[in-house]
């Protein structure tokens, strides 16, 4: 018997003692991050968040970056930050991607410097999240000539469509989808107003910018029907809007967290980079780069929206200038007499009044823009468009023979090529090349050897050689870097810039004699591509003065 009350006692205090356990068990807070995707309440429609110790430890290194970059857009952009932080594998995979690739990071926070001001202007203007103004590194890796198979063009990548719906003109003369200034406005409205189409769900809005918003509507009504949640992560979608979604995010993880990545964010002031200047008539781009101190490829970056190397003559008239720059350009234009301003009549396909022009006209070219290719200099270039060297250094105001892949160079008329250069007073050009055969650079906060010999498209470690460093040498604001001049050398680029589809469309005007074969072999292109990208109508019969539409540059657009 006391044998049975001890046995039952012992049993009692185990009993106990195990359900204590228990009780402390459950008050354990979690230790692994959960990495599905975040719910859905049917009720709402609203995020449902897991557990995560990761948020904290995003926003701390968001802290960290910002207070490292002082009066950048970095600072700024990170600061409007507002789409949730989401664990999720289809995010990871998108930053295990840009992580191996570091060069296309470069690469494209190069491209994006003239633009993100302006982009967050609008961005905090309208009340968007701060990461919307990463979009264009997913859309058109800042490409502002960006072009994709499905006619999407731009920055923002406009399909014609949608550019009308939102005010982008697009004309013979010029495609509002490349202008960055009225692109970055439309492109803003439309996804505001997605926004507001799905109550603020911005995941579900930036679906609906790539794949459209009925699609995505029918998406969400296939959820509904069979009782799924119907959130972005958990509706059946295109591949492409699948990996749409988490690019952004993933993009936007990273810069957020710079230094915990070792990416370096290159130095980009929180200003204006350009103006915009109403010039108030037609005028000559070459001539526009040339009254502002430019060169032309710079420009043309700025202002990639006109078809020809011409403003359109009913307008739009306003030109994006660097800041620096306007002053200059305003006092240069003002001087500039006004039966100047165009030194070649352009006539819209719907006439036929080139058909009536002297033959003297006829031979001359709608456009003398020329895209420099890998590996080619200046020698080549000249000798293929039958000019000398000093008429291009001329035309395009290069300090020295130095060219590289990607510039657009203007191929002087006949009167510059026998150096007969007329023209008014310009100011100073603000320059600093010393000769023809040495450059100097004069480093700014953040520059890194690496980003000044991408500038200058020279290998890292002959920036090192000339200058006497060590190729980890942190490089200080204000010190000065001797530059040599490279000879034909192609940019080293990333496969982000090899193949990326900065492509545009440029328009010949049929010359008498002219056959389909002469004008495939003076733009470098075939023949069948000639027929694709021209109506049967156009390649079979060519008359003089009709128009034949080539594509310059094309290639896969990627990111």
């Known amino acids: 018997m006391h044998v049975n009350f001890n046995r039952s006692a ?18 354990r807070a979690p230790l692994s991050v959960n990495d599905r995707p975040p719910e859905s309440s049917r009720q709402d429609n609203s995020y449902v968040r897991h557990p995560s110790n990761k948020l904290s430890f995003f926003k701390k290194n968001k802290a960290k970056t910002a207070s490292s970059h002082k009066n950048t857009v970095w600072e700024r952009m990170l600061a409007l930050y507002s789409l949730p932080e989401i664990d999720n594998e289809r ?6 991607w840009y992580l191996q690739h570091p060069a296309s990071l470069a690469v494209i926070q190069q491209r994006a410097q003239p633009y993100l001001h302006h982009i967050l202007e609008e961005i905090e203007t309208k009340d968007l999240p701060g990461e919307i103004a990463l979009l264009p590194i997913v859309e058109s890796a800042f490409l502002p000539d960006a072009y994709s198979k499905s006619d999407a063009s731009g920055l923002w990548q406009f399909i014609p469509s949608t550019g009308n719906d939102f005010g982008l ?3 013979y003369w010029y495609d509002g989808r490349r202008d960055v200034y009225a692109s970055t406005k439309a492109a803003t409205d439309y996804l505001k107003q997605l926004s507001e189409t799905f109550d603020g769900d911005w995941l579900l809005a930036l679906a609906s910018y790539n794949y459209g918003k009925g699609n995505v509507r029918k998406a969400i009504e296939r959820n509904e029907d069979l009782n799924l949640p119907t959130d972005y992560w958990s509706l059946s979608l295109p591949e492409e809007t699948m990996n749409y979604v988490p690019r952004l995010l993933a993009v936007a993880k990273i810069f957020a967290n710079a230094e915990e990545y070792n990416i370096r964010l290159q130095h980009i002031p929180n200003k204006p980079y350009f103006e915009v200047v109403d010039v108030h008539s037609q005028l000559d781009l070459p001539k526009a780069a040339e009254l502002a101190n430019t060169p032309l490829y710079e420009f043309l970056k700025l202002n990639p929206g006109f078809n020809h190397a011409t403003t359109a003559p009913q307008g739009p008239h306003q030109l994006l200038i660097p800041v620096d720059k306007v002053q200059a350009f305003k006092q240069n234009l003002a001087q500039l007499p006004y039966d100047e301003r165009v030194k070649q009549k352009h006539y819209p396909r719907e006439t036929n009044l080139l058909a009536k022009r002297e033959e003297s006209e006829l031979k001359r070219p709608l456009t003398t823009l020329y895209k420099v290719k ?12 039958h000019t000398t060297i000093e008429a291009l250094r001329k035309a395009n105001h290069l300090a020295t023979t130095s060219v590289r892949a990607g510039m657009v160079l203007q191929i002087p008329a006949s009167n510059i090529a026998s150096n007969k250069v007329t023209g008014i007073p310009f100011l100073p050009k603000t320059t600093t090349e ?5 450059q100097y650079y004069v480093a700014k906060k953040g520059d890194t050897l690496f980003n000044v010999a991408q500038r200058y498209s020279v290998p890292v470690k002959d920036v090192a050689e000339w200058n006497k460093l060590n190729m980890k040498t942190a490089l200080l604001a204000g010190q000065k870097l001797t530059i040599k001049t490279p000879g034909q050398q192609a940019l080293a680029t990333s496969p982000s810039l090899t193949t990326s589809n900065s492509v545009r469309s440029i328009s010949y005007i049929v010359r008498q004699g002219d056959s389909l074969a002469q004008i495939s072999r003076k733009f470098n292109v075939s023949m069948t591509d000639l027929r694709k990208w021209n109506p049967p109508a156009a390649s079979k019969a060519l008359i003089p003065g009709k128009i034949i539409k080539f594509i310059l540059s094309a290639g896969n657009r990627t990111t």
């Open 434 to 438: 010393k000769s023809a055969a040495v």
């Open 169 to 171: 003109q697009q004309n």
């Open 374 to 385: 890998s590996g080619e200099g200046l020698t080549a270039i000249a000798s293929k468009n």
């Open 10 to 27: 012992n049993f009692l205090l185990l009993l106990i003692s195990l359900m204590f356990i228990g009780c402390s068990d459950t008050s």
């Open 91 to 96: 995010i990871d995979r998108e930053v295990d």
